[in-house]
């Protein structure tokens, strides 16, 4: 069988072929390579939040006429700081955070580390959709939560985030996919996973197949990542109605 | 006479300063009393919405005061403001419900922010719903109701904190006029059982004459007229009072002095086509339609009409005594209009 594939891949001029097979087949490094990809990522998709929704809660609330203004002078410094840090590319923002790393983490290479600059990349990013979704909010409700007595605080966590939910998770898958994106990419500077695969392989050692194939999975992942968040903002949207949706089908 | 609850003394509100201020209401008084329906109407951009919004302090007054229950609420900080809004309650053109939320959970929305336990505000909320003819709909959201149910949820949720005043705000102006009679009916029904005072912002007519007692006119940020509806109907003294009282920008001076001229309103009774038709059938006379602002839906007409009745005396007044007897019609001649 493999045999075949190794005389199929050859015959098609393309080089080291038993090497990448032999990587290929070696489940448990794949699977290591994938987690890497994933883990990254993820817990820095989450810390981004931490930072990036109170934020971007901060951005549509303290302005002039929102719910809680702010001094100007403070929403200018934080608007500045947002689209500053969106301004620089990633690779770049990748090597100026290198002692923040080593500050937090005590090291600046491996996968852990670059969760610290996909953080910094993303908090502003995810501040931004934030701010998005919450703009959506229909003025009048507010104005009625108002009517009835809430405080600021309340229509934030009662009335903007619960009526802005389908959108903001909307807004959380496509933070995902692009900080995954980032993550791949971090992979060139000392990161791991499926991005250092497919460069270092792919491009450094002229490992074609296990290029296309690391390629192949990070699609797979973005699809599973798009698909479980639409799935669930269309669920969690009570606005569309039932019987509605049954008479357009 | 019932005491006011409330009073606004001297109130304007400027938009903006310099060369671009707006002065939206300028020197307002106005008594509201204890458990009437009172109306406030006026052409669009004279200031109602300012007005309401001014009543529970959504917009701050820029000089002047507004005396809610006792309590001078310009005077209030921002958290004893909070607490006094749960005595004067709002509902929108715009429904302005928690999408997100089923209507159950609406209704207890303003309780969920007084603390009040989730056990009890369900209870109450469940009984609000009742009260609305909405029972059957406590597990629906928003988005599964007509825009007149809608409504009633909205009036259910703005009762939820037992208010001493509900505010509307065109709170029947995105309805059909069917639906527009249905809402008006429960504000009224609410405010014969539970004694609230409501006020009702309108740019319609037809909404004043259904269930208000008293109005006052706004034109151009001012109340040029206030009093009974029936008296400022019947006899509106300023331009701006005619031109809302009149349909269609009628101006009945214009009228020949021969003429008697009648306004009818419609409150949901047969559309105006049938009445002028069996009017000729029925009595052999023929009036003139000097100008109608009616809609006709189902059959059914709400709006006003001004009718020049004929010069011979005896036909005029059989066409009168005609239309005086239809139902859901109601009839004033329009007095003096040759100044
Ligand atoms: N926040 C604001 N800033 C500046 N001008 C305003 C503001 N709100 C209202 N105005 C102005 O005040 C005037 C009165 O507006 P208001 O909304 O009270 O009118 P309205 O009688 O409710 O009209 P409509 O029937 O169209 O609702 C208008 O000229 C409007 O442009
Ligand atoms: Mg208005």
Known sequence: ?249 | MSESIIQIQHLSKTFGDGTEAVHALEDINLDIRQGEIFGIIGLSGAGKSTLVRCMNLLERPTAGTVTVDGQNMTALSERELRAARRKITMIFQGFNLLMQRTCLKNVCFPMEIGSVPAAQAQKRAKELLELVGLGDKAQAYPAQLSGGQKQRVAIARALATEPKVLLCDEATSALDPTTTISILNLLKDLNRQLGVTVVVITHQMSVIEEICSRVAILDGGSVVEMGDVQEIFSNPTTDAARRLVYPGGVVPAQFPASTRVIRISFNGGTAYDPLIASLAIDCGVKVNILGADTRNVGGKAIGTMLLGLPEDSNEAAKALNYIQAQKNITVEEVPDYHE
């Open chain 1, 1 to 249: 069988m493999s045999e075949a594939l190794i005389n199929l891949f050859e015959s098609w001029g393309i080089a080291k072929v038993p090497e990448q097979i032999a990587y290929l087949s070696d489940f448990g490094t794949l699977a290591f390579n994938v987690w890497e990809t994933v883990y990254a990522p993820a817990l820095a998709t989450l810390f981004a939040y931490m930072i990036g929704l109170p934020l971007g809660i901060i951005l549509v609330i303290g302005e002039t006429g929102g719910v809680r203004p702010m001094p100007k002078a403070l929403m200018s410094v934080l608007n500045t700081i947002v689209n500053l840090l969106r301004s620089v590319p990633f690779l770049i923002l990748m090597v100026m955070v290198v002692p923040l790393s080593r500050l937090i983490l005590g090291t600046s290479v491996g996968t852990a580390a670059t969760v610290v600059p996909l953080t910094v990349a993303a908090a502003p990013y995810v501040a931004r959709l934030v701010e998005i979704s919450l703009r959506e909010m229909d003025r009048g409700v507010i104005e009625a939560a108002q009517a009835m007595g809430c405080s600021p605080w309340q229509i934030v966590t009662k009335v903007m985030l619960p009526e802005c939910r389908p959108s903001l998770i909307n807004g959380a898958t496509n933070a995902a996919i692009t900080i995954l994106g980032y993550g791949a990419m971090a992979g060139a500077i000392g990161g791991g996973g499926l991005g250092a695969v497919a460069l270092m392989r792919g491009h450094g050692r002229n490992q074609i197949i296990v290029m296309y194939v690391a390629v192949i999975i990070l699609v797979i992942l973005v699809q599973i990542i798009q698909s479980i968040g639409t799935a669930w903002s269309v669920k969690s949207d009570r606005r569309i109605n039932p019987t509605e949706t049954k008479r357009r089908t």
